[in-house]
């Protein structure tokens, strides 16, 4: 090994053992804060949908590979709908779903426990039912109350979709008892099955327009959509209601389906998620509901949605930020997971350099020190062997005999170039002390 190689070897484990305490401080201190503030999101993360090929499910899908861009696992949760869905929520089984507005009364603890990002889009009331029927009825193929209803067999979905209670209150509204209705409360498929098949007299869906569902039956012959004429009506009396109108020809331009405006009601599906869901997660999901529902649809124009303006529960601070902020400049250029680490992590960054910078003075007079103790630490020798000599207390052979073994340990010291006159005078006071003891 050359002189120059060792020298700069002892150099750095100088600098090493100078700045590592400080080093070791910051590290602890970084590795702290990061357990603390917990930046990164987990991998996984659970979303209630609904039943097979509803609207829910189909968003939930859109979701998942949205979110596996930034690395995010999106699993899944089937459910009944939207009141299963906000069961879910409250039992840790699900940490994001779609909940509908109207479908489930609301606990006290929901807002300490749940937090809104925003409402997604809006679920009309499809009432779907049989011309054959209404013949059968009215002599007419076509119904426009709900009174009408009277001694059918309607299908009103399943307890967990929340349907079944947003019908009962409809239906009270309208002064019909539920025993007059024979409602029944089948899936959605089995419920399509026995409807097509003349089992049902009518079918009621709250879903959205992207339903697989609603977009069937919109274009089977023999099935008329029922027509909220007092649909201002109904919004009026029920606050979570929105009149819409599903303007004639939207289905299909060529064929002109449907053949005119039909009026109905719908609720809010709004994007609910658990308090202690990770505010990355809750940052990913409230950017990506921009993309997948801000563009126009069936009933609303672009940048409608997503809004707050519906919202039965506490906005999450992240989905406000997606609705009114432009998307934060780091994650613009830099992938999600860097760019979160930062933004979370700046303000320690911020605080550990304002630490580190007054306590980084001490690495520089320790270094100092560690390097010209080599150096002093034989002065100590050299003094004691000049005290002997002055003092009588060991003969000159002696004497130059210790003089040749400092000499000799001190050529053996290597520091910097910069420290290499310490070593040189320490070399050059050897030699004095050596004439001195030669002249005695």
Do not use: C
């Not at 009331?125 to 067999?153: K, M």
């Not at 509204?173 to 097509?196: H, I, W, Y």
């Not at 993309?291 to 906005?315: C, I, Q, T, V």
């Not at 210790?402 to 520091?415: D, F, G, P, W």
């Amino acid at each position: 090994m050359s002189q120059a190689f060792r020298n700069t070897l002892l150099s750095l484990r100088d600098l090493i053992v100078s700045a590592g305490p400080l080093a070791f401080l910051a590290v602890g201190l970084l590795v702290l804060a990061y357990w603390w503030l917990n930046p990164n999101p987990p991998k996984t993360v659970t979303l209630a949908t609904g039943p097979a090929q509803s609207a829910y499910e189909e968003f939930g899908k859109r979701y998942q590979k949205a979110l596996a861009v930034d690395g995010i696992e999106v699993r899944l949760l089937p459910s009944d709908g939207s009141s299963h869905n906000l069961q879910l929520l409250r039992e840790g089984k699900a940490d994001v779903a779609f909940v509908q507005g109207g479908t489930a009364e609301l606990q006290p603890d929901d807002a300490d426990q749940l937090v809104s990002l925003g409402s997604l889009f809006v679920e009309p009331v499809w009432l779907f039912y049989r011309t054959d029927s209404a013949e059968r009825a009215y002599n007419t193929p076509r119904i426009d109350s709900l009174r009408q209803l009277r001694g059918w067999r309607v299908n009103v979905g399943s307890d967990g979709s929340g349907v079944p209670k947003l019908m009962e209150r409809l239906l009270d509204a309208n002064k019909v008892s539920p025993g007059s209705v024979q409602m029944f409360r089948l899936e959605q498929t089995p419920a399509t099955v026995d409807f097509l098949a003349g089992k049902l007299d009518a079918l009621v869906f709250a879903s959205a327009p992207e339903s697989l569902m609603v977009q069937m039956l919109l274009q089977t012959p023999g099935v008329q959509l029922l027509d909220f004429a007092q649909h201002e009506a109904y919004a009026r009396r029920f606050p979570f209601l929105t009149p819409v109108t599903l303007p004639r020809g939207v289905v299909d331009l060529a064929t002109n389906v449907p053949a005119r405006d039909v009026r109905l009601v719908a609720s809010t599906t709004s994007l609910l998620a658990r308090d202690a869901t990770h505010p990355a997660l809750l940052t990913l999901f409230a950017q990506n509901a921009q993309k997948l529902h801000g563009g126009s649809g069936w009933f609303n124009r672009a940048r409608e949605f997503p809004n707050s303006r519906n919202s039965e529960l506490p906005m999450a601070k992240e989905g406000d930020r997606a609705m009114n902020e432009p998307v934060p400049m780091l994650q613009r250029y830099l992938p999600f997971w860097m760019a979160n680490l930062i933004e979370r992590m700046w303000l320690v960054l911020g605080i550990l350099l304002a630490i580190m910078l007054p306590l980084s003075r001490v690495v520089p007079p320790l270094y100092q020190f560690r390097v010209r103790s080599r150096v002093f630490r034989w002065y100590g020798r050299l003094r004691e062997i000049e005290n002997d000599m002055e003092a009588g207390k060991a003969d000159s052979a002696e004497l130059l005999k210790a003089l040749n073994a400092l000499e000799a340990q001190a050529e053996k010291v290597s520091v910097p170039l910069s420290y290499a006159d310490e070593l040189y005078a320490l070399r050059n006071h050897i030699h004095l002390v050596r004439k001195k003891l030669l002249r005695s």
